[in-house]
């Protein structure tokens, strides 16, 4: 996976964010501030015309500049912790590597996941984003263990991460804005956790074409 594939990530998360920016929206109008969606689409918009304009020469680098311009572009919550999990991708690749194993996209995202924990305080079960984070990352790295090509591999970090948002309906939320809801939290997808699934939805779309 070299720096057009990375590139090509965040361009269709930036294009998934756009179609899904309503749904996200939706699902924060009921446990947040109603804001999850218009911010991740105005951070990737951002995202966007930072790479077109000055293209990064590493797959470390895409990441880094995406996670930079994040944490500028974005409010709340999701712009720090979107732009601390980019930039720790970034830095757990390096600016030099020019390609990419598996096993490296797996090293990364546990770095994402541990920057997370650390910048949220959230574990799995407290109905925020490492709910799919975290067994989508599981995921990804046993079945690089496996020898699984890309896609077989991704497609289990999708599903991971998918069956890890939609298991937040039924949770009572403990981190962030929708904690204080108590138990009207519960019968409600984390916006948070959705728009993760999301991002490991473009992931697995840009490695089968």
Known sequence: MDVQFFTA?????????????DHLTRLDAAIGDADHGSNLDRGFTAVLAALAATPPETPGAVLTLTGTTLIRKVGGASGPLYGTAFRRMGAALGQGDADVTLAGLAAALDEALAGVRKLGGATEGD???????????????????KGM??????????????EGARATIPL????????????????????????????FRALRAVAGR
């Open 172 to 199: 009572q939320a403990r981190k962030g804005r929708a904690s204080y809801l108590g138990e009207r939290s519960v019968g409600h997808e984390d916006p948070g956790a959705a728009s993760t699934a999301l991002m």
């Open 9 to 21: 990530w965040i361009e269709e998360i930036a294009r998934a964010v756009a179609d899904g920016r």
């Open 127 to 145: 109905k925020t984003m490492v709910d799919a984070l975290g067994p989508a990352t599981r995921a990804l790295a046993e079945a690089a263990d």
């Open 149 to 162: 090509d890309a896609e077989e591999a991704l497609d289990a970090a999708r599903d991971a991460a998918e």
